[in-house]
């Protein structure tokens, strides 16, 4: 299984020796829907000389249109399929030409495409699963905190002809809830929901038959004094990742609009209407929210929200409104607290044409 992360660039490539065009062909779907038997999308281009024939084809922003990740709302601590809008199948065949004619075919691979970003570090083309059969699209080595409410990170994986998966909820290392969620059969991939804790458990492993596939860890937090403010946004992987805020918040408007002169009716006016006014008034609502004490891991939850093009906060849509923050260190801080002000993406007042 190859993951492509179409929030950064997936170049394909052609570079034949004896190549005057080449032509891309992408087909985009969903799970659920049939293969287009046509492409979604054809791409083209000529060699710009007979000394720099290599073409590039930048696929990444095709792959993102086929992709709508808008609600997690999950009740349940049982394993189950996410939406399948959440991510699409791509095949993407290659072709060159040495007429401007004739096409050749020179590759047909299959992808799986997610709203996901790469580092630059990472290079060109860098794949998370590595080509593996699963992955976890969460960040494994932070604890995260969590509360009563339920939350899930998404595992994308591939059905195996002879064994099964199976997912164990662990509490002071003894085994209080096992699911076996896929078993063995024909090859297809799934994208499924793994419920973050079950029966207040603080360690989740996934397996494939015996072999550890992916394992995180959880805190439960009650917290007796605040109510929690629910977080969700799209990862880095492309999966949906909780962040609790579990202390003082604060809510607040914003209003806006535009002042204008008016012109008094007559010389004898009426003072009670006034000289100005007023129009298109609309306000946005924000919170301003604090973590509590974290790990200095919680750094890398911080950078994915202040990156993510999706987030829910108390599940509507929002914005973060802080623009930067400081990514602390237990060196300086012996008590990490992150704060957060976001802005909910809906105007206060209905004015949805």
């Given at each position: 299984m190859i993951l492509i992360a179409a929030r950064s660039p997936y170049q394909v490539v052609i570079d034949e020796s004896d190549q005057v065009a080449t032509k891309v062909e992408v087909y985009l779907w969903n799970k659920g829907t049939?293969?287009?038997?046509?492409?979604?999308?054809?791409?083209?281009?000529?060699?710009a000389s007979i000394t720099?024939?290599?073409?590039?084809?930048?696929?990444?922003?095709?792959?993102l249109e086929k992709?709508?990740?808008?609600?997690?709302?999950?009740?349940?601590?049982?394993?189950?399929?996410?939406?399948?809008?959440?991510?699409?199948?791509?095949?993407?065949?290659?072709?060159?030409?040495?007429?401007?004619?004739?096409?050749t075919l020179l590759s047909d691979k299959s992808y799986i495409g997610v709203n996901a970003y790469t580092l630059v570090e990472d290079g060109v083309n860098y794949d998370y699963c590595n080509d593996e059969v699963a992955i976890l699209l969460a960040q494994k080595k932070i604890t995260v905190q969590y509360q009563a409410t339920r939350y899930y990170y998404n595992f994308m994986c591939e059905r195996s002809a002879s064994l099964?998966?199976?997912?164990?909820?662990?509490?002071?290392?003894?085994?209080?809830n096992t699911q076996t969620f896929l078993t063995a059969g024909a090859s297809e991939t799934f994208n499924y929901k793994i419920p973050l804790a079950v029966n207040e458990s603080d360690t989740t492993e996934i397996k494939l038959g015996a072999t550890?596939?992916?394992?995180?860890?959880?805190?439960?937090?009650?917290?007796?004094?605040?109510?929690?403010?629910?977080?969700?946004?799209v990862n880095r992987y492309g999966g949906w990742q909780p962040l609790m805020f579990f202390k003082a918040s604060e809510n607040s408007i914003e209003t806006k609009g535009t002042e204008?002169?008016?012109?008094?009716?007559?010389?004898n006016y009426n003072y009670q209407i006034g000289q100005t006014k007023t129009m298109n008034i609309n306000g946005s609502k924000m919170i301003k929210c604090n973590t509590g004490f974290v790990d200095e891991d919680y750094s890398e939850l911080i950078t994915d929200l202040m990156m993510s093009d999706t987030i829910l906060v108390n599940f509507l849509p929002a914005t973060v409104k802080?623009?930067?923050?400081?990514?602390?260190?237990?060196?300086?801080?012996?008590?990490?607290?992150?704060?957060?002000?976001?802005?909910?993406?809906?105007?206060?007042?209905?004015?949805?044409?």
């Open positions: 049939l293969p287009p038997t046509n492409p979604t999308y054809i791409m083209s281009e000529k060699i720099q024939r290599e073409t590039n084809y930048n696929i990444s922003p095709f792959i992709i709508s990740q808008i609600q997690n709302d999950y009740s349940s601590d049982t394993v189950a399929v996410e939406d399948d809008s959440n991510w699409c199948f791509v095949r993407v065949m290659r072709y060159y030409s040495t007429d401007g004619v004739a096409f099964s998966y199976v997912v164990n909820y662990l509490k002071n290392n003894v085994i209080v550890l596939i992916a394992k995180f860890q959880t805190e439960l937090i009650l917290e007796c004094k605040y109510e929690p403010v629910v977080v969700s946004f204008y002169n008016l012109m008094p009716e007559s010389w802080s623009k930067s923050t400081v990514l602390k260190k237990h060196l300086k801080e012996k008590n990490i607290n992150y704060t957060v002000e976001f802005e909910f993406s809906n105007n206060l007042l209905n004015n949805v044409v």
